[in-house]
């Protein structure tokens, strides 16, 4: 849908992608009653992804081709377009895993618990959303992330008068959140990097203010039983 426009598109080609499937899975595929009721479109909107008889699939609607994915990710992780690289988080910094190579490096180090890379916002204390944000480049060279940062952001002391653990004695537990005219809050910081050469590049841009508790910058969202990832500003 493009509002400006007053235009509606459909979002893939149904009978396309029941052929391909079709003949990928080799089982019969009814194009008005595709089997599956949810689907994850990349930003481009150019690949689709679902599950279909017991496999995950990825359908290219430039190509009209669809692939078995053979990589199961874990949620904080993201494969390159290509299908040979994945990212993923460990200890508040990004990782580079190598599939054809199975060898796995450090793509940052500096990051820490209160300014790590690739994590969503936790304005009001936790984040709930548990979705790397990170975005490869179409070519699988480089990828766009964000930083988080509420190094300066007060700790707030939170009284569990019925905690979870042995004892029934309360405890408090402290999370970092802002009020309203704190002078420091948490906020993201844009960042590119090349995987080739590891060199990180902070985006012209300045850092944007998280309002929101629980969303990532690179925000799936649910759109009629469609799994799109949207791109928040927050």
């Known amino acids: 849908m493009t509002p400006n426009l007053g235009?509606?598109?459909?979002?893939?080609?149904?009978?396309?992608?029941?052929?391909?499937l079709k003949r990928y899975a080799g089982q019969d595929v009814d194009a008005n009653s595709l089997p599956f009721a949810e689907i994850d479109l990349d930003l481009d909107l150019q690949t689709v992804q679902f599950s279909a008889h017991g496999k995950r699939?990825?359908?290219?609607?430039n190509k009209g081709a669809c692939k078995e994915i053979?990589?199961?990710l874990e949620p904080l992780e993201v494969i390159s377009?290509?299908?040979?690289?994945?990212?993923f988080s460990k200890s508040h910094n990004l990782w580079l895993r190598n599939l054809e190579l199975n060898?796995?490096?450090?793509?940052?180090?500096?990051g820490t618990e209160d300014y790590g890379y690739g994590e969503t916002g936790s304005a009001w204390g936790t984040?709930?959303?548990?979705e790397l944000q990170v975005i490869w480049s179409a070519d699988s060279s480089r990828i766009f992330f964000v930083r988080k940062d509420r190094r300066q952001v007060e700790s707030l002391g939170i009284m569990q008068h019925v905690p979870q653990v042995t004892s029934a004695r309360p405890r408090v537990s402290h999370q970092k959140i802002a009020y309203p005219g704190d002078e420091?809050?948490?906020?993201?910081?844009?960042?590119f990097l090349d995987i080739e050469s590891g060199n990180v590049v902070s985006a012209d841009y300045p850092a944007i203010p998280?309002?929101?508790?629980g969303w990532g910058f690179f925000v799936p969202i649910l759109v009629g039983g469609i799994k799109m990832a949207n791109l928040l500003i927050l």
């Open 70 to 72: 053979s990589v199961l």
């Open 81 to 87: 377009p290509d299908g040979k690289l994945v990212v």
């Open 127 to 130: 984040s709930l959303d548990n």
């Open 57 to 61: 699939w990825e359908f290219d609607k």
């Open 103 to 110: 060898e796995e490096k450090a793509l940052t180090t500096d």
């Open 210 to 213: 998280v309002t929101r508790n």
């Open 7 to 20: 235009s509606n598109v459909l979002a893939f080609d149904h009978h396309a992608l029941a052929n391909v």
């Open 184 to 191: 420091n809050i948490e906020v993201l910081e844009l960042l």
